[in-house]
Each structure stands twice: as C-alpha cells, then as structure tokens.
C-alpha cells in the first residue's frame, strides 16, 4: 500500500473497518457483480441497499414507479464508467472531491428520473457499496453528529460550489475535513469511509 500523507505523517495502514457480516454481504454482492449490465442484478442491488439501509428507492415515488424501469435506467447510463473513475482514484481528498461530487449529483439525476424525487442518501449508500474506499455515506444521523462535533472545536462552515448538490457537497468537506484533522490523528491509521460512518454512529 503506498504511503499517504496526512498532517505531516506518512500513515501505511487503514483502520479495521470491519461493520458486521451483513455489511460484508452487501460489500461482496457489488464486488461480484460491479457492473450495470444485467437487469435483474441491477434491480436486485437497487433494491437489497436500499431496504437494508432505510432508503428503498420506491419510497415517495410516483404510483407508477417501476423499479425495473430505475434498473434500465442505469444500464442505459455512464454510471460504470463514473464508478471506474472514482475506484481508480481510492481515497478522496480536496483534490479529487469533484470527482466524487459529480458522480454522486449524476446519481441523483438518474434515481430522480425513475422516481421523480431527490434520492441523495440512496445515491450515496449505493455508491458506497460500488466504490468503498471513496464514497461517504450520507444520512441524517451522521451528518448532525459530524456538524456537532465540528461546531465544538469551530469548524463547521465550508464553501459551497453550487455545482453540485449542495447538501451532499457540504458534508463530504466536512467528513474529509474531520477525517484528516481529527480523527485520524486520534487514530494514528487511515480511516476508510465506513471507518468514519461507523465512528460517526458511535459504533
């Protein structure tokens, strides 16, 4: 693994991010099948996310929403090609966070077309699973317990693009600001996406 420099230290070695046998499950389901070429794999992983974590993607939708019409609509995308990027890239810092901001508001665009309605947690959490090591999880939960903390040592407001989708932009900078000022320096190890989230959700 090469080295990473974060605050003046070279840190080798990721934290164990080990978050349970179900996550491992969703984690190697992706990995096996990455692609969005295959309409019942697509539909099936739009789904399983999605209900494992509290975002299903029919919720809210329109009464004609068809979850195989949203599979078909990723297949017809640039989603791969987006996801490739991000999985080549690894480990997001300020350098390479429109990469990720622009395949996530892309996300967006392709779940709001199925659904008809924004899908920001979903668009993060099934990202997630395709590209862990550069995805931050959004949700409620994590984003108030990251803004409390930052609030605490006066770190909570950072620029906006206006390029993107707002909320979404706003809280990566704040997961790779407390990432590379707090809590890895409490950690002395990198911390992987689901390190954060986990840690953020007092797991």
Excluded at 78 to 83: A, L
Aim: aromatic share 10%.
């Amino acid at each position: 693994m090469k080295k990473v420099m974060v605050k003046g230290r070279n840190y080798m070695k990721y934290a164990d991010d080990y978050s349970g046998y179900g996550n491992e499950i969703l984690y190697k389901m992706c990995q096996n099948k990455l692609y969005h070429n295959d309409l019942d794999v697509v539909e099936s992983k739009l789904w399983i996310i999605g209900r494992a974590y509290a975002a299903s993607i029919e919720r809210k939708a329109g009464k004609d929403f068809d979850i195989k019409v949203a599979a078909q609509i990723l297949i017809d995308s640039e989603i791969d090609k987006k996801i490739a990027n991000l999985n080549s890239i690894g480990r997001i810092n300020s350098n390479h966070v429109d990469e990720l901001l622009d395949t996530h508001n892309y996300m967006m665009q392709l779940l709001k077309l199925a659904t008809g309605v924004d899908k920001r947690s979903l668009a993060s959490k099934y990202l997630h699973f395709h590209a862990p090591m550069s995805v931050f999880i959004y949700d409620s939960i994590v984003r108030n317990n990251l803004r409390d903390r930052l609030r605490k040592i006066g770190k909570n407001r950072f620029p906006i693009s206006k390029k993107y989708d707002d909320e979404y932009e706003s809280h990566v900078k704040r997961c790779i600001s407390y990432r590379d000022s707090v809590y890895e320096n409490e950690l002395g190890l990198l911390a992987t996406p689901r390190k954060l989230d986990s840690h953020l959700y007092g797991y």
